[in-house]
């Protein structure tokens, strides 16, 4: 069983910038949900996908997009960067069966730097 | 709103002393909570969730819906137990609310 994988582990940015982060879900699992955790935060759900759809947003600009494919893989992108953005953003796979959640499974992240 | 707080940023022990890390929830619903737990240089892991009703490592959560708490408590700590631990409620079947985490230090 393959575990959650994220790519790049470590990313610098400039203000303005945009970025995408990658995600592969754990063997077995349709659903994909993102995080964003400053540093001393607890993880701050940003979205769900679901069967390729948006499934549940959390308080996040529209900048904060998100695409989910066919291998339940996934995508979060970010467009005109700021500051605040710098963060780890964490991946985190789940099984969802008939509409209900399971336990979300979570990958090493990706550590964010916006200067 | 649903909200998690962990009121200890830090929890130092020593090794063989009981552990219990705080955690209150606000949540106008039946919660479905858990335990995460963090260790150095590891990814975010489920240790456990109030449905399971079990033991793991040690550790033990009761959800007390009076007091609106899921405290993680172990009798005796052991120094491997030394990570963040973050207490979290699902929202619906989306979303985890997490707290903002309690690191615990077991010292020898």
């Known amino acids: 069983e393959t575990g959650v994988t994220q790519s790049p582990t470590h990313l610098i940015k400039t203000r303005g910038q945009q970025v995408t982060l990658r995600c592969s879900s754990q063997s077995g699992h349709n659903t994909v949900s993102w995080y964003q955790q400053a540093l001393g935060q607890g993880p701050q759900f940003i979205f769900q996908?679901?069967?390729?759809?948006?499934?549940g947003r959390g308080n996040f600009p529209p900048r904060f997009s998100g695409l989910q494919f066919p291998n339940y893989s996934s995508e979060l992108n970010v467009n005109a960067l700021e500051l605040d953005d710098s963060a780890l953003y964490l991946c985190?796979?789940?099984?969802?069966?008939?509409?209900?959640?399971?336990?979300?499974?979570f990958g090493p992240g990706t550590r964010l730097l916006v200067l | 709103a649903q909200r998690v707080t962990q009121p200890e940023k830090l929890l130092s022990v020593f090794k063989g002393a009981p552990v219990e890390l705080k955690c209150n929830y606000s949540y106008s619903g039946s919660p479905e909570l858990f335990w995460y737990v963090q260790y150095s240089r590891q990814r975010l892991q489920l240790l456990l969730r109030h449905i399971s009703r079990e033991s793991i490592k040690g550790f033990t959560a009761d959800l007390n819906k009076g007091e609106t708490s899921f405290h993680l408590k172990k009798p005796f700590a052991q120094e491997e137990d030394s990570a963040m631990y973050y207490c979290a409620l699902r929202h619906g079947f989306q979303k985890l609310v997490f707290g903002t985490g309690t690191r615990l230090l077991v010292s020898p």
């Open positions: 996908y679901y069967r390729e759809e948006e499934n």
């Open positions: 985190a796979s789940s099984s969802t069966l008939q509409g209900g959640g399971e336990t979300q499974y």
